[in-house]
């Protein structure tokens, strides 16, 4: 039985799904000591994103098979180079399982206490999650795909609200002083550009699939460079929101 592809809203949730992880919850505390020149570490990281995405995005054309990044490498640079790839994309996609894994069980002790005192509950939900989200994944590429449809859904609304009613509630004093950080405004911006470009990984996921796509050569580009530029928006406007409506200071807390 033919397995059913992936189409539009399906692949530009991959996208911005792998993008929309940890990073937009955690970062906002992480660049409270900036001050309001972390905007601009966000637009530049936004900029450079988007750069790579039309960089994936023509790949995508050139090369139709699964694999994204390492395919890439592979067909154009061989096999080694190809494998080196491969291998620190790997390790890169556990570590930042890792670390989701912890966000999550991290932001979970809100609704439930126990998780920050009990070490044997916390690892075991982190681990249970990561496994069940591994079946999933087993179960086949579309079923993978309506997953991550529906869960990519459920944490952007939120989002999306927080950075449109937070706008009505922003304080531009919060912003003063411009750069917080008593460094010079250039290294102030290459440390945003640090933190927030981290926010950025996952935009290259829309390739990984490509022979389980559905005209791969014009789903995959589109659904790359809207995700990117979707996820740009969302992170942008959700960080003015949250740093206009929350002190310096208590955001950095």
Do not use: C
């Given at each position: 039985m033919a397995t059913r592809k992936l189409g539009m809203w399906m692949v530009t949730a991959l996208v911005v799904g792998n993008m929309i992880g940890s990073g937009i919850f955690l970062l906002p505390a992480a660049l409270g000591s900036f001050?309001?020149?972390?905007?601009?570490?966000?637009?530049?990281?936004?900029?450079?994103?988007?750069?790579?995405?039309?960089?994936?995005?023509?790949l995508s054309r050139l090369v139709k098979k699964s694999g994204g990044p390492y395919v890439y490498t592979r067909e154009a640079f061989g096999d080694f180079p190809g494998f080196l790839v491969a291998w620190g994309y790997w390790i890169s996609i556990w570590t930042t399982n890792a670390a989701i894994a912890v966000?999550?069980?991290?932001?979970?002790?809100?609704?439930?206490?126990a998780l920050g005192d009990n070490a044997v509950l916390s690892v075991g939900l982190g681990l249970a999650t990561i496994w069940v989200l591994t079946w999933v994944n087993v179960l086949g590429v579309h079923?993978?795909?309506?997953?991550?449809?529906?869960?990519?859904?459920?944490?952007?609304?939120?989002?999306?609200?927080?950075?449109?009613?937070?706008?009505?509630?922003?304080?531009?004093?919060?912003?003063?002083?411009?750069?917080?950080?008593?460094?010079?405004?250039?290294?102030?911006?290459?440390?945003?550009?640090?933190?927030?470009?981290?926010?950025?990984?996952?935009?290259?996921?829309?390739?990984?699939?490509?022979?389980?796509?559905?005209?791969?050569?014009?789903?995959?580009?589109?659904?790359?460079?809207?995700?990117?530029?979707?996820?740009?928006?969302?992170?942008?406007?959700?960080?003015?929101?949250?740093?206009?409506?929350?002190?310096?200071a208590d955001l950095a807390g």
């Open positions: 001050g309001g020149i972390s905007l601009i570490g966000w637009i530049v990281s936004a900029a450079g994103a988007t750069l790579l995405a039309l960089v994936f995005s023509r966000a999550f069980v991290s932001y979970m002790t809100l609704f439930w206490e079923t993978a795909g309506v997953v991550q449809l529906v869960t990519t859904v459920l944490k952007v609304l939120p989002l999306l609200a927080i950075a449109f009613f937070g706008l009505f509630y922003v304080d531009v004093s919060n912003f003063q002083p411009f750069n917080a950080s008593g460094q010079s405004p250039f290294a102030a911006v290459t440390a945003t550009v640090a933190l927030t470009v981290w926010a950025f990984l996952g935009l290259e996921s829309g390739t990984t699939p490509a022979e389980h796509v559905h005209e791969p050569e014009k789903t995959i580009p589109r659904a790359t460079i809207i995700g990117t530029l979707g996820t740009a928006v969302i992170y942008i406007l959700g960080t003015v929101a949250v740093m206009g409506t929350i002190a310096p």
